[in-house]
C-alpha cells in the first residue's frame, strides 16, 4: 500500500503501476524509466521493525507503511547514487573471504542489514554519501586563525595593512565536539546484532565519500579528503536495549491498533526541518498539515 507513485515537477501524479508499464513521460519528468523503477522498489509493509526505521519518528514510519503517498523522484537523487555506491563496494567484497557484505541480521525481532563485517580485524564499516558539512561534524572539525608564515597582504582592507601577514584558518578535529547524531545509534546497534550472533566487534567506522569534495565550499571547511574513516564511539548495550525496543514497542502497537502514533519530537524531525522538506510523507502527515510544528 505505502508508496503510490511519482510527482511531476509540476505537482501531476503517477502510479507506480503506470510507470511500470511505461506510460510516464520521461521528459517531462525529467529521469529516465530505469532509475523511477529502482526508487518504486520497496519493502513488505508487514515486515519487522528494522534499526533504520525505528531511528525515524514513529509517526513517519507508520505513515509510510500504512497510507499512500507520492514523492518527487528529485528529493531522493543522493539516496539514489548511496543504493549505486553500496552495490559497487559489495561487489569487491565478494573477492575476499574474511569481508561480509549486507550482512542480515536479527535480535529482539529488529532486524539491520550491516554494510561490511571484517571479520580478520574485527571491524564494523558503514558506508555514507555525504555532503562536506555533515564531514565537519563528523571529524568536530574547528579552527584558528594564525599568520601565513610567507604571505602578506598586497594592499590594506578590512581583512588587514598592506604589508602584514595573511590570516588562514587552520583546521583541526576535536572528538569533544564530533556530531554523529543517529548514525551513532545505528552503528551500535548493527554491532549489538552482530555480537548477539556471534560477530565480534572491536572497533566501528563510518566510510564516508564526500559529494562535493574538491569543490571550494568543502575545502573551504577544512574537508581536504574525498573519503573519510571515521571511528565511531560505543554505546552501552543497555541504553541500546532502552530506546530500539521502546521504539519497537510503540511502532507495533501503533500498527496493531491502526492508530496514529504522537507527533515525531524535535530530534526526529530536526527541529522540523524534516517535517518541511525531507520526510517522504510529510504531506499526508497530519500534524504538518495541521501547521503545529511551525
Not at 179 to 185: I, L, V
Not at 196 to 214: C, H, L, S
Not at 271 to 292: L, M, S
Amino acid at each position: 500500500m505505502p508508496l503510490k507513485g511519482f510527482k511531476y515537477p509540476n505537482g501531476d501524479k503517477i502510479e507506480i503501476e503506470e510507470v511500470r508499464g511505461g506510460k510516464v513521460d520521461i521528459e517531462r519528468m525529467g529521469i529516465a524509466l530505469p532509475t523511477l523503477l529502482h526508487m518504486a522498489e520497496q519493502r513488505d509493509p508487514e515486515r519487522k521493525p528494522s534499526t533504520t526505521e525505528l531511528l525515524n519518528g514513529t509517526c513517519q514510519s507508520y505513515l509510510q507503511r500504512t497510507e499512500e503517498y507520492y514523492i518527487d523522484p528529485q528529493e531522493n537523487a543522493f539516496s539514489l547514487a548511496g543504493t549505486l555506491h553500496h552495490l559497487k563496494l559489495e561487489t569487491a567484497a565478494e573477492a575476499i573471504g574474511s569481508l561480509k557484505s549486507e550482512l542480515s541480521l536479527e535480535h529482539f525481532d529488529i532486524t539491520g542489514t550491516l554494510d561490511l563485517y571484517d571479520s580478520k580485524n574485527k571491524y564494523l564499516i558503514d558506508y555514507k554519501n555525504v555532503g562536506s558539512y555533515k564531514v565537519v561534524q563528523l571529524l568536530g572539525l574547528q579552527y584558528n586563525t594564525e599568520n601565513h608564515p610567507t604571505d602578506v597582504y598586497l594592499k590594506s582592507g578590512r581583512w588587514g595593512r598592506k604589508g602584514t601577514p595573511k590570516k588562514v584558518k587552520v583546521f583541526y578535529e576535536n572528538p569533544e565536539s564530533a556530531d554523529f547524531g543517529d548514525w551513532k545509534w545505528q552503528l551500535n546497534f548493527y554491532r549489538f546484532l552482530l555480537e548477539r550472533n556471534g560477530y565480534p566487534v572491536e572497533k566501528m567506522f563510518i566510510q564516508a565519500t564526500v559529494r562535493d569534495g574538491g569543490v571550494q565550499v568543502a575545502t573551504s571547511r577544512g574537508v581536504n579528503k574525498n573519503i573519510y574513516l571515521v571511528e565511531v564511539p560505543f554505546i552501552h548495550d543497555d541504553h541500546l536495549v532502552e530506546k530500539f525496543l521502546t521504539k519497537r514497542d510503540a511502532l507495533l502497537q501503533a500498527l496493531e491498533n491502526r492508530e496514529l502514533p504522537d507527533e515525531c519530537n524535535e530530534d526526529e524531525s530536526w527541529g522540523g526541518n524534516k517535517c518541511k522538506r525531507y520526510c517522504e510523507v510529510r504531506e499526508i502527515c497530519p500534524y504538518v498539515n495541521k501547521g503545529d510544528i511551525w
